[in-house]
């Protein structure tokens, strides 16, 4: 076991997005996974990062542009009728595709040191599953077949939280504290089994990584959850 835990909260938006999607006919951001562009439109993300009023509205009209372009490619891909594995896997690589689009259009506008920050507060929201991303594996030394292995790891626990999920919504009415504590307990497995996979040096390089903590607002209603790192 490792050393010394790290205190996490872990992503669990692609599960979630699965297992209710059907059920609950709400485009969610957090079922997108966390991206750059979303993240500035949070007002206490603009006054981490310092933006002046003129690069703050570059910054919040780009995001405002990648947000709707993620929901309108989100949304084909929910209407394909995928089976949860495939629509999780298809959402992932759009995030993929826009985490890259946002990192090349936002660095046109926002400093290095500030692009530096907003990643690290994305690492944040994500949380210690990060890790199974290609490009935090290698920054932490995941040797590319272990990256993999975890990978699948995250993805069949994401599987079957997701069908969790999906009978407490199935039957109607929704006790929210039965909700709120299988998804507690669905990320502290996730967060535990990540954990395990990693040695104390890797774990000491994603802290690193991810920089120094951010408290993330509380949500509001009808929101998404906070994720304190």
Same mark, same amino acid.
């Given at each position: 076991?490792?050393?010394?835990? /790290? ?6 938006g692609l599960a979630m997005f699965g297992a209710t999607a059907s059920v609950q006919a709400q485009g969610r951001s ?20 310092? /933006?002046?009023?003129?690069?703050? +509205? ?14 309108? +490619?989100?949304? /084909? ?13 298809d959402l992932a690589a759009l995030n993929d595709q826009m985490f890259a689009k946002d990192s090349e259009e936002l ?42 292995? /975890? ?79």
């Amino acid at each position: 076991m490792i050393a010394q835990r /790290l205190s996490v909260a872990i992503c669990l938006g692609l599960a979630m997005f699965g297992a209710t999607a059907s059920v609950q006919a709400q485009g969610r951001s957090r079922g997108m996974g966390s991206s750059l562009a979303r993240l500035l439109t949070i007002e206490e993300v603009q006054k981490e990062l310092k /933006l002046d009023s003129a690069v703050l +509205e570059k910054a919040k009209a780009y995001a405002e542009t990648s947000q709707t372009k993620m929901r309108e +490619e989100s949304q /084909l891909i929910r209407d394909q009728g995928l089976s949860d594995a495939d629509m999780r896997a298809d959402l992932a690589a759009l995030n993929d595709q826009m985490f890259a689009k946002d990192s090349e259009e936002l660095a046109k506008i926002i400093s290095a040191d500030q692009m530096k920050r907003l990643k690290q507060l994305m690492l944040q929201q994500i949380g210690i599953s990060a890790v199974s991303r290609k490009e935090v594996a290698e920054a932490i030394g995941i040797k590319e077949a272990d990256r993999v292995a /975890l990978k699948k790891k995250v993805d069949d626990m994401n599987t079957a939280n997701g069908e969790k999920m999906r009978e407490m919504f199935s039957g109607g009415n929704v006790d929210r504290d039965a909700v709120q504590k299988i998804m507690a307990e669905n990320r502290n497995q996730l967060d535990e089994t990540v954990l395990e996979s990693l040695d104390e040096a890797q774990e000491a390089k994603f802290k690193e990584l991810v920089g120094a903590e951010f408290k993330f607002p509380e949500p509001q209603a009808g929101g998404g959850r906070r994720r304190d790192f």
